[in-house]
T-cell receptor
Framework: GAGVSQSPSNKVTEKGKDVELRCDPI?????LYWYRQSLGQGLEFLIY????????KSGLPSDRFSAERTGGSVSTLTIQRTQQEDSAVYLC???FGLGSNSKYEQYFGPGTRLTVT | DQQVKQNSPSLSVQEGRISILNCDYT??????FLWYKKYPAEGPTFLIS?????DKNEDGRFTVFLNKSAKHLSLHIVPSQPGDSAVYFC????????????FGQGTTLQVKP
């Protein structure tokens, strides 16, 4: 079946503008995650959605970052008033969730490379 | 505070030889560990995992070893192939946690023909 898809693949924006990044998880996956990878760094957790539960937002770096997941499927990560330090690859992943034997195996999309100029 | 560390940013190995990638962690509450492989311009792909109740898990050419007392795990690739050239990330999680994986910084493996 289709994997996790993300759009756009690349986004260049001016400092101070808002951006929206989209993620389509694998069908049937109840859990969805956002991470970001800055240059030369590992993956940094941002936010986690599991079914209808309240999301775990503990990784969001500031209140300029927000995410929503509509209908338990597609998710949008929004960054308001972008700053240069927001430049990174933003990765989305999905998984079967905590009720599955393979609950920790997360499947990643190709990422969105965000460049703030 | 880097809870998962991959202290070698890069590794170069000859085709056919063994590749050993190392990972250390500081949080003793971690009890499940995963390795991911990442090619340029692609998302990470799951490779192999191990629960803390085991000390070894093998899948084809890939074996992960876990030393809980040392808080250390390693990924062995035997024999190494040029197609294995990628960035390898180890990740850790606390069982029953929200699914938030804690990743290391990654090790770039180059397998030379």
């Amino acid at each position: 079946g289709a994997g996790v898809s993300q759009s756009p693949s690349n986004k260049v924006t001016e400092k101070g503008k808002d951006v929206e990044l989209r993620c389509d998880p694998i069908s049937g996956h109840t859990a969805l995650y956002w991470y970001r990878q800055s240059l030369g760094q590992g993956l940094e957790f941002l936010i986690y959605f599991q079914g209808n539960s309240a999301p775990d937002k503990s990784g969001l770096p500031s209140d300029r970052f927000s995410a929503e997941r509509t209908g338990g499927s597609v998710s949008t990560l929004t960054i308001q008033r972008t700053q240069q330090e927001d430049s990174a690859v933003y990765l989305c992943a999905s998984s079967f969730g905590l009720g599955s034997n393979s609950k920790y195996e997360q499947y990643f999309g190709p990422g969105t490379r965000l460049t703030v100029t | 505070d880097q809870q998962v560390k991959q202290n070698s940013p890069s590794l170069s190995v000859q085709e056919g030889r063994i590749s050993i990638l190392n990972c250390d962690y500081t949080n003793s509450m971690f009890d499940y560990f995963l390795w991911y492989k990442k090619y340029p311009a692609e998302g990470p792909t799951f490779l192999i995992s191990i629960s803390s109740i085991k000390d070894k898990n093998e899948d084809g050419r890939f074996t992960v070893f876990l030393n809980k007392s040392a808080k250390h795990l390693s990924l062995h690739i035997v024999p190494s192939q040029p197609g294995d050239s990628a960035v390898y990330f180890c990740a850790a999680i606390r069982e029953g946690n929200t699914g938030k994986l804690i990743f290391g910084q990654g090790t770039t493996l180059q397998v030379k023909p």
